[in-house]
């Protein structure tokens, strides 16, 4: 059975950073593409960030590039959000999802089989 852990959120001020983490199990993580999604209250899904680990490509949305880093460690079947100088716009749930970048950023329920549970980050000051 595929699953994805998140941990790693909570609260933040504005300007701060957070690591988020996401570990796998039941699939070769290695050779997957990864994503993170948010849902911020009341709003829908975003695609945030995706990985191709085995060929080094990351993607970004532009609401986080420059602020955001996507990693991934094979050896501990483990995705990262690295995010940095966080604002209150990055308040959501962040997921993690088993895919690469998504083709129909409106409708990212079918862009992914494998979620994991959802981890809360919030901004505030």
């Known amino acids: 059975e595929e699953q994805l852990v998140e941990s790693g959120g909570g609260l933040v001020q504005p300007g701060g950073s957070l690591r988020l983490s996401c570990v796998a199990s039941?699939?070769?993580?290695?050779?997957?593409?990864m994503s993170w999604v948010r849902q911020a209250p009341g709003k829908g899904l975003e695609w945030v960030s995706s990985?191709?680990?085995?060929?080094?490509?990351?993607y970004y949305a532009d609401s986080v590039k420059g602020r955001f880093t996507i990693s991934a460690d094979n050896a501990k079947n483990t995705l990262y959000l690295q995010m940095s100088s966080l604002k209150s716009e990055d308040t959501a749930v962040y997921y993690c999802?088993?895919?690469?970048?998504?083709?129909?950023?409106?409708?990212?329920?079918?862009?992914?089989?494998?979620w994991g549970q959802g981890t809360q980050v919030t901004v505030s000051s």
């Open positions: 999802a088993k895919g690469g970048p998504p083709v129909d950023e409106l409708n990212l329920l079918n862009e992914y089989d494998t």
């Open positions: 039941g699939f070769t993580f290695a050779t997957s593409a």
């Open positions: 990985i191709y680990s085995y060929i080094h490509k990351t």
